[in-house]
């Protein structure tokens, strides 16, 4: 069952794309678009956030997990569900983007993640065979999933109230994507990736892992400032800001710590193609973390939250880089893709170069725009990504179709 549900994953990752590519082929068109870009932009994200991610990292648990795993029949209908309300979700946004219908599916997504806690919940509480630091990572995850939806329902409050343009607008936008990216995705991916290591024999010192943990998800909180420190909150502000990417930074440096530590047992146990995208997921992983120290100056988080392609480069760092690689990257060790057929290698390393020249050319266009200079060509060289983003997909999806006699049931 998990082996066959990685299509619908890739189903929400090839739309992901496909609406990137029209996004950046109407910045360069001259024609009027027939959606609207604020409709496509919304569907874009939505999908990749509530189907894509969503449906990825609930994918590996279950295939982490599956032979020990009780009511599996609801979990194949938390699948079916997902599919069916986020399709519906994804046309509602392209019909009349942020309206009536999309925030009723909005809303029954919801429905589908407080049924998906609950039932990952259960489930922990059924498996002895998992290692403490593991389940705090997974548990921190669905708290932290719980709380984004916090966000979702201040939007449609704020909506319904014509406040739209108000900074609480924003403000609810950005609480909801930090706990979604900050918190329950990268949660639950170390989770997993800490099971993972367990099941192929290959522990850590508690301690170390639990000590991570915990400054992680202390300071996950205050690190929400650093979202909003354009709105002005003052020293107290400041203070938060600087408690919560310092405790995010120390904790992913405690795990890397953790993880290097072990690098002999990592180098025998993986293949050098999978350890070359770990030690990509991880470099990211820091940068991602060294950069939000530039927030807490003034003078650059000014200029940052007024650059539109720095903001798009730091979620697409994340979004596109660590969590969908960190994703595709345990599909291979977990046996949902085959790691050793070329059209998977060829695959990733093609959606590695287009996340590459992404990021460059969004970080390099928003410094440029702070000194006044104009990049040529800067639509078509992210349009080129774009297409090699969705090459990198289908080459990767296509590995699925293709059977071969060392594929293992699932």
Not at 16 to 23: E, H, P, R, V
Not at 125 to 136: F, H, V
Not at 137 to 164: C, D, N, Q, T, W
């Amino acid at each position: 069952m998990p082996k066959a549900t990685s299509h619908i994953t890739f189903i929400f990752l090839f739309i992901t794309a496909l609406t990137g590519i029209i996004m950046r082929y109407t910045l360069l068109s001259t024609n009027q678009s027939l959606i609207p870009y604020s409709f496509l932009l919304h569907g874009h994200s939505h999908i990749a956030l509530l189907g894509w991610t969503f449906l990825g990292v609930f994918l590996i648990f279950l295939k982490l997990t599956w032979h020990e795993l009780n009511a599996k029949n609801q979990a194949i209908w938390i699948v079916v569900s997902t599919l069916f309300i986020t399709s519906l979700m994804f046309i509602a946004f392209l019909y009349q983007g942020y309206a009536v219908y999309s925030i009723i599916f909005s809303t029954l997504h919801i429905g589908i993640e407080y049924w998906m806690v609950v039932f990952i919940f259960k489930r922990l509480k059924e498996m002895n065979n998992m290692p403490t630091y593991s389940r705090l990572f997974i548990k921190g995850a669905l708290i932290s999933l719980v709380i984004s939806s916090v966000g979702p329902f201040a939007l449609g409050g704020f909506g319904m109230a014509g406040m739209k343009e108000s900074p609480l607008f924003e403000m609810a936008i950005y609480f909801f994507l930090h706990f979604q990216y900050n918190g329950w995705l990268y949660l639950m991916l170390i989770g997993t990736f800490l099971i993972i290591l367990h099941k192929k024999n290959i522990r850590f010192q508690h301690r170390l892992i639990q000590s991570s943990f915990w400054i992680y998800f202390i300071s996950l909180f205050p690190a929400y400032v650093l979202s909003i420190l354009w709105y002005g909150l003052g020293m107290t502000g400041k203070i938060l800001a600087i408690f919560g990417s310092a405790g995010q930074f120390i904790s992913i440096i405690l795990l890397v710590t953790a993880i290097l530590q072990k690098r002999k047992a990592i180098q025998e146990q993986f293949t050098q193609h999978i350890q070359m995208s770990l030690l990509f997921i991880f470099m990211l992983l820091i940068a991602k973390s060294v950069m939000e120290f530039g927030l807490l100056h003034d003078f650059f988080a000014t200029l940052i939250f007024d650059t539109r392609p720095v903001i798009v480069g730091y979620l697409h760092l994340m979004l596109l880089g660590f969590i969908s690689i960190f994703i595709l990257t345990q599909y291979q060790i977990t046996g949902l893709l085959d790691e050793q057929k070329n059209t998977v290698l060829y695959g990733l390393a093609i959606f590695i170069f287009g996340f590459v020249i992404n990021e460059l050319v969004l970080f390099i266009s928003g410094l440029a725009g702070w000194n006044g200079w104009n990049i040529p060509l800067t639509n078509e060289l992210l349009f080129i990504a774009s297409i090699l983003l969705l090459i990198g997909i289908l080459l990767i999806w296509s590995s699925r179709f293709l059977k071969v006699k060392t594929d293992k049931p699932s």
